[in-house]
């Protein structure tokens, strides 16, 4: 008998394990499967209903879900013991940028290596999982000199994809790596002194921008002193935004969207497009979505089995909540005009996979954290 | 370093890790809490602003234009009307290779190879999806080549349009006038909301000067536009689109019978000169005519800037309308009335006589005022002084009547003053008097009035100058023994819509105070004799079945000098006289005054009465 009840675990067991062969998180799953479904709704309105511009989104989609379910089968352990790796091939691609990037809108962002990609999207990732493996084996809080490790492991990917210039992603970048150690429990009197010392570096910052990016801050504080020029996306944003009112205007009947009133619409703004024609409550139920695939992540992040996994998992999740916060804000004017899209359902390639791989490298993450419980 | 230090305490890590989630959560909440703050605001607070903005942002206003009232003359003939005319034009982003469609037009001979270059400036200027004009004005020809050639060329369009047409050409020319592109000056003289930049408007005659009343008021309709201006048509209900229609000008009848104008006109054949008729007994224009004239269409049809040129550099002037604009001395034509000033003040009576030895002298002054009879005409009345416009014995009353009396009832009559005839530019001409000279001139020598001066005024030489215009109206003032109207060019106007014509008021002025009526009577059978008794154009009238009163001028353009023999075989034909006649029929009860000028045309009895005549006689029915 005893013998029997042996065998059937076993057999259960066994089928449990095929069964994770793989590996994936439902909840996640489920939730950004919804988002992207109402991103492609969204887009398709938002796009003057181009199928062409629809079929290349669902293509990404599909690409960039491959990616994920690719990533979510890598062990934890081995995304750890590759992170370094990470990091120093996407420095040398970024370096590799500033000499024989292309241009494109004024940056030199693309590098084509038969594939034509943005390396400061990899650094969104490596970046913190580099920080994270850096951290793993040393006692939290880290010391002065460890952070200060830290901060030029930060700070040499920012600055270089500062020079490209693309202020917003290498502000993401530098935000990712401090997500990690602000995880990693430092005191927080380094966290205020490092707000002090925010004040002088943004003086300073201000005088490194370009023109543009001024002039973006500038607007923000008065778009109506520009309405033609500058002030003019975050003008004609407002106006979707609050003619949308609370129940929309209908999808495919926002005027400012259909008749080309709205910047950017597909991309960077697609946030007003869901104002304009679907009203608060369709914001709202975005916004909460956002909300629980957040939560999700923190929720892996809490119960990862290993320090490396815990400040990855927090570092991707709390990173996505910058991106939506960055993005809803600055499209109803909160925030100056940052060039960050709308997390899933803007209209783009790079971003969208390097968002799935981070989901991927979560849903990894819990495995291990199931797996380990097993054992 | 204690090895301690090295051990990790991973239970308080995990609490560590785990407050710092907590912390990050109530930030993250916090700040999608402003997040959602300022949504509410936008979406729930400030709703109706924005959605005014967006409403604002997609509504455009175009204007409709009214169409311009047609012209007619004073039987229903018509003037000025507008046409269809074809133009071709191409829309930009429905053409594939807009250069290659161009050169295709071009071997079409639609448009012209050398206007390809300007054209595609314009088509790179403009918005992809606006119509660009390439072509204007298709005559049914090339119509048909591009009908049956339309499939080979996709987005090139054939689209209607409204142009100004003048049936008529020459002979209304410069009583209609033209219409032609809004000036900067017109723009700071217009009510700058009734007009379109692309629309026309007149630029002279009935045209110009009934330009309020012909063109109507503008409407307008909202429609949607996207950001950059392309109409987007609507398919809801939705939306309130407001709209006014445009109402359309008044239609305007002249007084001018086309019958008249036309023969008028021929008679004249290109020669420089005037003519004009009034119907004396409510001041009607039924005749304005200069000559050479110019045809209007070339005007309405975009002339260019090379015709134009030649149009104003033309020596005979055709743009000038030598009838309302030309101020010619009115020489003999003015004898009736000097006569009768006379006669009112006793300066002279029925029966005194005056010896004309061919000359006139003043007292103590040996300048010869000649006649134009060299042999003279012996001793006459005033009757015959008249018919046979005999200049000595003017000279002889002249100091007698004075400068001032002249002035004081040429002006009665209107000369010297403006007919208020509805067209622009109107001249005064000119009726000196003494005070005229006392202002008019600076130093005190001139200002002085010199009897000499009024001997030549008496036979309308000088410094007088009169229109022809002005003439014929005088001459109705005559014909109808001092009675004077107020002068029409519109018969009325009338509204497009309900049909409803309005006629013009007729107008009468002070009459002329000639106290005997048998002085009218007699000066104007002195004018009779003109043209059917004994006088300078007995020849013209002698067979007419009804009675006509005349008066013939014969103008000097340069002086001859005292001893000098006029020979117009040896003068240059720019200096010959020129020749004037008025007349009016029939003498008992006027219906037409008629005034004629040839410039350089020598001789008023002769070469202007019998065209005076053709008219009298086409008008009276004869």
Avoid at chain 1, 265 to 289: M, P, Q, R
Avoid at chain 2, 130 to 153: C, G, H, Q, W, Y
Avoid at chain 2, 399 to 410: C, F, P, R, S, T
Avoid at chain 2, 455 to 472: N, R
Wanted: with cysteine.
């Amino acid at each position: 008998m005893v013998n029997m009840k042996i065998k059937t675990q076993e057999i259960s067991l066994d089928i449990n394990n095929n069964f994770n062969l793989i590996k994936y998180d439902g909840p996640l799953m489920i939730l950004i499967s919804i988002t992207c479904l109402l991103g492609i709704f969204i887009l398709y309105s938002a796009s003057n209903e181009s199928l062409d511009v629809l079929n290349r989104q669902i293509f990404r989609i599909f690409i960039a879900f491959t990616a994920m379910m690719l990533v979510s089968q890598i062990p934890t352990e081995v995304l750890r013991k590759l992170s370094p790796w990470g990091y120093i091939g996407g420095i040398i691609l970024l370096s590799m940028v500033l000499w024989l990037g292309e241009f494109g809108q004024g940056a030199q962002r693309w590098l084509n290596l038969g594939i034509r990609f943005q390396p400061s999207e990899i650094m969104k990732l490596s970046v913190p999982m580099m920080i994270a493996w850096y951290l793993h084996e040393k006692r939290l809080p880290p010391t002065g000199k460890e952070l200060i490790v830290i901060m030029v492991l930060v700070i040499i990917p920012g600055l270089l994809i500062a020079r490209q210039p693309d202020l917003g992603t290498s502000l993401l970048v530098i935000a990712a790596g401090l997500m990690v150690v602000f995880l990693s429990g430092i005191p927080f009197r380094y966290i205020f002194s490092l707000i002090i010392l925010c004040i002088p570096s943004s003086l300073l910052l201000w005088k490194f921008m370009k023109d543009y990016q001024r002039q973006r801050v500038l607007t923000l504080i008065n778009p109506d002193t520009d309405p033609l020029g500058a002030g003019y996306n975050i003008i004609q944003s407002k106006i979707a935004m609050g003619s949308g009112g609370i129940f929309g205007k209908g999808w495919t009947n926002g005027s400012q969207v259909q008749l080309e009133f709205l910047p950017e619409k597909n991309t960077d703004f697609i946030f007003a497009v869901v104002g304009e024609e679907f009203g608060l409550l369709g914001v709202l139920t975005i916004l909460t979505l956002y909300i629980l695939i957040i939560g999700r992540g923190l929720y892996i992040a809490s119960n990862a089995s290993d320090l490396y996994g815990r400040l990855l998992a927090g570092s991707i999740s709390l990173t996505f909540f910058v991106y939506v916060f960055v993005n809803t804000a600055m499209v109803i004017g909160l925030m100056p005009i940052v060039g960050i899209p709308l997390p899933l359902i803007s209209y783009g390639g790079t971003s969208m996979v390097t968002l799935m791989i981070g989901f991927g490298m979560l849903m990894s993450i819990n495995s291990n954290r199931k797996l380990v419980a097993k054992k | 370093m204690s090895l301690s230090s090295h051990i990790k305490d991973h239970q308080k890590e995990k609490e560590v890790f785990f407050s710092r989630i907590v912390i990050s959560s109530l930030i993250g909440i916090g700040l999608i809490g402003i997040v959602i703050l300022r949504l509410i605001q936008l979406q729930v607070i400030e709703y109706d602003f924005f959605s005014d903005r967006a409403h604002g942002n997609r509504i455009n206003i175009r204007a409709t234009l009214p169409s311009r009232g047609i012209i007619y003359d004073r039987n229903g003939k018509i003037l000025a009307e507008n046409k269809t005319s074809f133009q071709l034009v191409v829309i930009p982003e429905q053409i594939d290779e807009i250069e290659e469609t161009l050169n295709k037009l071009a071997n079409l001979n639609l448009i012209s190879p050398k206007d390809i270059n300007s054209i595609n400036n314009e088509i790179n200027r403009s918005q992809k999806f606006k119509p660009v004009t390439i072509r204007s004005s298709l005559d049914d020809k090339e119509m048909a080549t591009f009908a049956a050639n339309m499939p080979n060329f996709p987005g090139v369009n054939l689209q209607p349009r409204l142009i100004r047409h003048y049936p008529q050409n020459e002979y209304t020319s410069h009583v209609v006038g033209y219409i032609g592109a809004i000036s900067k000056n017109d723009l700071n003289r217009l009510n700058r909301t009734a007009y379109d930049p692309n629309e026309k408007i007149g630029k002279t005659g009935t045209e110009l000067f009934n330009e309020k009343r012909l063109h109507g008021s503008p409407g307008f309709y909202q429609y949607i536009a996207n950001a950059r201006g392309r109409e987007i048509p609507i398919n809801s209900n939705s939306i309130f689109l407001d709209d006014k229609p445009s109402t359309p000008g008044s239609n305007i009848y002249l007084t001018i019978d086309l019958q008249l104008q036309k023969l008028a006109t021929e008679l004249l054949d290109g020669r420089k000169g005037a003519v004009v008729a009034v119907d004396p007994n409510n001041g009607e224009i039924l005749t304005l005519v200069s000559s050479p004239a110019y045809n209007p269409n070339l005007f309405a049809n975009n002339l260019t800037e090379n015709e134009y040129r030649k149009l104003q550099s033309n020596k005979d002037q055709p743009l000038f309308n030598r009838a309302v604009l030309g101020t010619y001395s009115p020489g003999s034509t003015i004898k009736p009335i000097i006569g009768l000033a006379a006669l009112q003040i006793g300066a002279t009576n029925l029966n005194l006589r005056h010896i004309c030895k061919g000359f006139y002298s003043l007292p103590g002054n040996t300048h010869r005022y000649r006649d134009w009879l060299h042999t003279g005409h012996g001793s006459i009345n005033l009757h015959t002084a008249i018919s046979q416009s005999c200049d000595v014995y003017f000279y002889e009353i002249s100091n007698k009547v004075g400068i001032d009396v002249m002035h004081e009832y040429l002006t009665s009559f209107g000369l010297g003053e403006k007919t208020n005839i509805e067209l622009t530019g109107e001249r005064i001409g000119l009726i000196p008097s003494t005070e005229w000279k006392r202002t008019m001139f600076s130093k005190a020598e001139d200002k002085r009035w010199f009897p000499g001066e009024t001997v030549i005024a008496s036979i309308g030489q000088g410094y007088m100058l009169a229109t022809p215009l002005q003439l014929a109206v005088s001459t109705a003032a005559l014909a109808m023994r001092g009675k004077r109207f107020q002068t029409n060019l519109v018969l009325a106007h009338e509204d497009p819509l309900d049909q409803i014509k309005e006629h013009q008021e007729i107008v009468e002025l002070d009459a002329i105070k000639i106290d005997n009526q048998k002085h009218w009577e007699e000066v104007i059978s002195a004018m009779q004799n003109v043209m059917q008794g004994n006088g300078t154009a007995r020849n013209v009238g002698k067979d007419a079945p009804y009675r006509m009163a005349g008066k013939s001028g014969t103008v000097q353009v340069i002086s001859i000098g005292q001893e000098e023999e006029y020979d117009e075989d040896n003068i240059e034909e720019k200096f010959r006289d020129h020749a004037l006649f008025i007349s009016f029929a029939p003498t008992e009860s006027p219906k037409i005054a008629v005034s004629v000028i040839i410039e350089n045309g020598q001789s008023g009895s002769q070469v202007a009465a019998p065209i005076a005549k053709a008219i009298m006689d086409k008008y009276l029915g004869y």
